[in-house]
């Protein structure tokens, strides 16, 4: 059975091939001038901002399986792990933590899914 994790993994390969330089991570601009510290960490750091890619990529896949209510509990729960993430400030050891713990996250709210055999 093909997991969101290997949908995602698939499709983060095929979007890295269409994206343009580093100067752009999935869900920001790494060229903005208002770039918070977080931020700045995720461009500078290619694993950082691979994690953020499929992070991204899974979160708008999951979206679109969900009912519309359950997508603004999913987009509630993104909000509040952002906060969370943006917390870490420039410790990239705790930016990976968090991207880490939100991809445990999404892919367990992917198993919920009520879906026909």
């Keep these: 059975m093909i997991s969101l994790r290997d949908i995602a993994l698939a499709l983060t390969g095929a979007s890295m091939l269409l994206l343009p330089t580093a100067s752009y991570a999935a869900s920001f601009d ?17 694993a950082l901002n691979d994690a953020d890619v499929k992070m991204v990529t899974t979160f708008d896949l999951l979206s679109g399986l969900m009912a519309m209510g359950a997508r603004g509990t999913l987009q509630d729960e993104q909000t509040a ?10 410790d990239t050891s705790c930016i990976k933590a968090a991207y880490d713990e939100r991809l445990r996250q999404l892919d367990s709210t992917y198993k919920k899914i009520n879906r026909p055999l």
Excluded: F, H, M, S
């Design 30 to 46: 790494c060229e903005a001038k208002t770039l918070q510290p977080d931020e700045k960490a995720i461009c500078d750091i290619r």
């Design 81 to 90: 792990w952002l906060k969370k993430r943006q917390a870490c400030g420039a």
